[in-house]
């Protein structure tokens, strides 16, 4: 069974930057090709973040940023805010099959 | 805008089935451009993709739950519907329904779209 996995939280003061990875664990190489990142808030549905690499939806804004490297995303958040303490969930698709990461839970110290 | 509303009893008794219906407003259910799907949300616990569905009745399952889900569509009504047979107390989530974007060219899946999610509670 293929996985997606994130770390279970990570921490940034305002202002500064965190990354989230998201690492497949599939000996199928480049089974999920595009990873595509959610935010939610606690009592709250899913939002999308990012997907396609890099490609953010109206609304959005520019502080979230994501990138690939091998069998490993990352979902980069500059310029902290208070507002950005959330779960962050990464999913991705082998075919038409998806899976989603277990989710980060950031905190704005 | 699109939107999405989950409906469906919020108590199941175990081992009866659990049935949810998604009705979409503010678009059609019969683009081809997208899937139609559900994911569920233990309390407390991460997000779990439990199946999609094409309008055309074309669908895809979890395969750790293929046996128990089915999803259905009613293009009449604008509407899709999950149905998970044999409910335990693990089955107990917040059940979300969503829209699928579909790849074009170079690009993925990503979910657009979200309901505002239902809490099932399984128990006798």
């Known amino acids: 069974q293929s996985a997606l996995t994130q770390p279970r939280s990570v921490s940034g003061s305002p202002g500064q930057s965190v990354t989230i990875s998201c690492t497949e664990t599939s000996s199928d190489v480049g089974a999920y090709t595009y990873v595509s990142w959610y935010q939610q808030h606690p009592g709250k549905a899913p939002k999308l973040l990012i997907y396609?690499?890099?490609k953010r939806p109206s609304g959005v804004p520019d502080r979230f940023s994501d990138s690939r490297s091998g069998k490993t995303a990352s979902l980069t958040i500059s310029g902290l805010q208070a507002e950005d303490e959330a779960d962050y969930y990464c999913c991705s698709f082998a075919g038409s099959y998806g899976v989603f990461g277990g989710g980060t839970k950031l905190t704005v110290l | 805008q699109l939107q999405l509303q989950e409906s469906g009893p919020g108590l199941v008794k175990p081992s009866e089935t659990l049935s949810l219906t998604c009705t979409v407003s503010g678009g059609s259910i019969r683009s081809s451009s997208y899937y139609w799907g559900w994911i569920r949300q233990p309390p407390g616990k991460g997000l779990e993709w439990l199946g999609s569905l094409y309008y055309n009745g074309d669908t895809y399952y979890n395969p750790s739950l293929k046996s128990r889900v089915t999803i259905s569509v009613d293009t009449s009504k604008n509407q899709f519907s999950l149905r998970l047979s044999s409910v335990t107390a693990t089955d107990t989530a917040i059940y979300y329904c969503a829209r699928l974007s579909l790849p074009l060219g170079d690009s993925g899946y990503f979910w657009d779209f979200w309901g505002q999610g239902t809490l099932v509670t399984v128990s006798s």
């Open positions: 396609d690499v890099g």
